[in-house]
């Protein structure tokens, strides 16, 4: 479960071009390379005044201080596990990110060990390995909870942790925490999922540790062991299929839970089988296994299907009521379902890879199949965000992936939407999603409604680019290698840069002539889109909504291959040759010369 209270997304598709000379494409892959083992490991930063041998113009020394600028783009989505530490140099890895809270007066020999498990982990199992089992944590709940009396006769449930190579004392946690808040007589059983786990702690500790608890009340604790590596989106159906319960609670095999989480949940449940609920979320956090309360949220995503927070919509404000349940577009991972309905609504996609998305699309399922998502304030878990993902090198490939089939199956004409904000062709994108012939049939059998009608009735927070025509990288005939770039956020300035095809890169021409720059906004929640403005003859970023109400030159003349003219002004924008600029050349508005512009993909049925 990785989703974020950020506003801004990013579009993790990275291009480098055949044009790159080896050397500058070798040094953008060592920035990166250095950018993730940075967040763990110091790494010497290059020094300005130095230039390589026989680079006379210091020009790859400059790429790399460029580079910087794309760190906060970059940091989304690398998802792989860091580099190996070197043992030995333990003093060099004291302003990693698992110390600035914690372990100052650590031993070199202890530093090195906690070091060790938390670059394997993503977090500090070292200091969970000392931290009680049984530990009490605050009651975060809001105060109307603790007055609301419940029925007894409520559905039992099974609670599923899935896990691969989780620290033996998280998952114990996980486990003692279930049963300690949990009431005896509502809690069924608990399942462990095994997905293939390589760290000998899983194996014959793990079993002792359940053949201990099951010796005081034999059959409570299931193990359920994979052959192979699945999933977290296949163990979870493996965890559903091994439970018993009327209802399932399927859980990371990270978090602890607060008093009194169940009972909401299962009551709420018991009035509407068809409700999917989630628990609202706190944070353990990742270094120092604190508890951070997290503000009540809805649970919602952007256009690429990455989950997100949002704000619970303004029909539970008006209640004013804290403790009534908040209707949510989707879920973040977790969450706690009838085990028949989950069936009859045809479980997760197990057509998908891995993680990721999978939580999206069983929210827009739900919802267009008749069914509901509700978010509980009175019922809070906390869950331990990691530092790092060490379970896959590829995350945003296997979401990529899937968010692909979720479009293609779900979202109707508004699956151009997913295309466009991964900055992939609609056709012909390359990317295998396998069969979704059954996930089809599946929606046409349940009679579900469209995704426009999901968009107007449940997500109208969601932005719609219906008016988008074509999308992609920038690039001018005159220097085919440098594509137009947002550049730094807070210049609020386009510039020329190497292409790369990340976000800062991403360009959406609409019919109504605008040109949007940069990030495809998600939510109308959200900073706006920047469009691409000619402002006393130079080109500037001004967000779009403030563009259009002040009559500001935002509109533009393209065609494909043709030039890019502003409707008012009669400027057009071009290269000009900038001995000053790092690449050479620079933007500008200015009579047009003929200059070419190309943009990348155009959608279907659009030309220009």
């Not at 899935?162 to 009431?183: D, K, W």
């Not at 293939?196 to 359940?210: C, G, I, P």
């Not at 009194?260 to 949940?265: C, F, H």
Request: charged content about 25%.
């Amino acid at each position: 479960m990785a989703c974020t209270r950020k506003t801004k997304t990013v579009v993790s598709t990275c291009v480098i071009l055949s044009g790159m000379t080896n050397i500058v494409c070798l040094l953008y892959v060592g920035w990166v390379t250095n950018y993730v083992a940075n967040v763990y490991v110091k790494v010497q930063e290059p020094v300005p005044e130095k230039k390589l041998e026989e680079d006379n113009k210091g020009e790859t020394l400059r790429i790399i201080e460029r580079l910087d600028r794309l760190e906060n783009v970059v940091s989304q989505h690398i998802q792989e596990a860091p580099q190996k530490i070197d043992e030995s140099a333990a003093e060099s890895f004291s302003d990693s990110s698992l110390f600035a809270h914690w372990g100052q007066d650590l031993s070199p020999e202890n530093r090195r060990t906690a070091l060790k498990k938390f670059q394997y982990y993503g977090y500090n199992a070292y200091l969970s390995d000392r931290l009680s089992l049984d530990r009490s944590i605050p009651d975060l709940r809001p105060d109307g909870c603790k007055n609301i009396s419940h029925p007894t006769n409520l559905p039992q449930v099974s609670i599923v942790f899935i896990f691969v190579n989780e620290a033996l004392s998280v998952i114990l946690r996980s486990i003692h925490s279930a049963i300690e808040r949990t009431p005896a007589h509502l809690l069924k059983e608990i399942v462990l999922v095994d997905d293939n786990s390589n760290d000998e702690d899983l194996k014959e500790k793990l079993s002792d540790s359940v053949e201990e608890m099951n010796g005081r009340q034999p059959g409570f604790i299931k193990m359920v062991r994979h052959d192979k590596q699945e999933g977290l989106i296949r163990s979870r159906v493996s965890g559903w299929r091994a439970a018993t319960a009327p209802v399932v609670a399927l859980f990371d095999a990270h978090v602890e839970f607060n008093v009194g989480w169940a009972e909401p949940i299962l009551l709420r449940i018991k009035e509407d089988r068809t409700r999917i609920i989630s628990p609202s979320f706190d944070n353990i956090k990742y270094d120092n296994f604190e508890i951070e309360e997290y503000p009540l949220s809805a649970q919602g995503f952007d256009w690429e299907l990455w989950c997100r927070y949002l704000n619970p919509p303004k029909s539970w404000w008006n209640l004013g009521n804290s403790t009534a349940p908040i209707r949510s577009p989707a879920l973040i991972g977790c969450f706690v379902v009838d085990r028949q309905y989950f069936e009859e609504i045809g479980l997760l996609d197990e057509g998908m890879e891995i993680y990721g998305g999978e939580n999206v699309e069983l929210g827009i399922r739900v919802w267009q199949c008749g069914g509901s998502v509700e978010v509980l304030p009175c019922s809070r878990i906390a869950h331990i965000e990691r530092a790092h993902k060490p379970y896959t090198e590829d995350l945003t490939g296997h979401v990529r992936r899937n968010a692909l089939r979720v479009a293609e199956v779900w979202m109707d004409e508004f699956k151009s939407h997913v295309y466009m904000a991964w900055n992939i062709p609609q056709e012909d994108s390359g990317i295998d999603i396998g069969d979704i012939s059954e996930r089809k049939a599946l929606r046409k059998r349940l009679q579900c409604k469209t995704f426009r009608w999901y968009l107007v009735n449940i997500y109208s927070e969601m932005r719609m680019y219906t008016d988008t025509i074509a999308y992609g990288m920038l690039k001018n005939s005159l220097k085919s290698d440098l594509c137009l770039d947002q550049g730094p956020d807070t210049d609020n300035i386009p510039i020329v840069y190497m292409c790369h095809g990340m976000t800062p890169q991403n360009v959406y021409y609409t019919s109504s002539q605008q040109l949007h720059v940069g990030v495809l906004s998600p939510t109308v929640d959200d900073d706006d889109n920047k469009c691409l403005v000619d402002v006393n003859s130079k080109p500037k970023l001004i967000e779009c909504s403030y563009a259009k109400a002040k009559r500001m030159k935002l509109y533009w003349l393209f065609t494909q291959g043709g030039s890019i003219q502003n409707r008012k002004s009669k400027r057009c924008l071009e290269l000009q040759e900038s001995p000053d600029n790092e690449f050479g050349f620079q933007l500008v508005l200015q009579k047009c010369t003929g200059q070419r512009w190309n943009i990348t993909n155009l959608l279907t049925g659009s030309s220009l």
